[in-house]
């Protein structure tokens, strides 16, 4: 389950664990670079975050549907 926000400056995209055993994920597309946030279960605790370039996030993409082995990933013009 999912939900997608367009905002101004980027889209966010809340990924849910239906079973409520893990805390909401955030993906967080802007014009720099996207985010990767989790929220801690323990109130006042700071996310976890993590930042990747647009390229970085295309090769993660990317790997979901590839074999086992050695990848170089290239824009199209």
């Known amino acids: 389950m999912f939900t997608n926000e367009f905002l101004s400056d980027c889209t ?3 990924l ?5 055993e893990w805390p909401d994920v ?6 720099d670079c996207v985010y990767i946030r989790q ?4 109130e006042g605790s700071p996310a976890d975050l ?4 647009h390229k970085m996030f295309y090769d993660m993409v990317t790997a ?3 074999t086992e082995g050695f990848f170089e990933t290239r824009y199209k013009r």
């Not at 929220?39 to 323990?42: D, L, T, Y």
């Not at 993590?50 to 370039?53: F, K, M, W």
């Open 50 to 53: 993590i930042c990747l370039t």
């Open 12 to 14: 966010v995209t809340t």
């Open 16 to 20: 849910l664990d239906e079973t409520a």
């Open 26 to 31: 955030q993906l967080i597309i802007g014009d």
């Open 39 to 42: 929220f801690p279960e323990k």
């Open 64 to 66: 979901l549907n590839q």
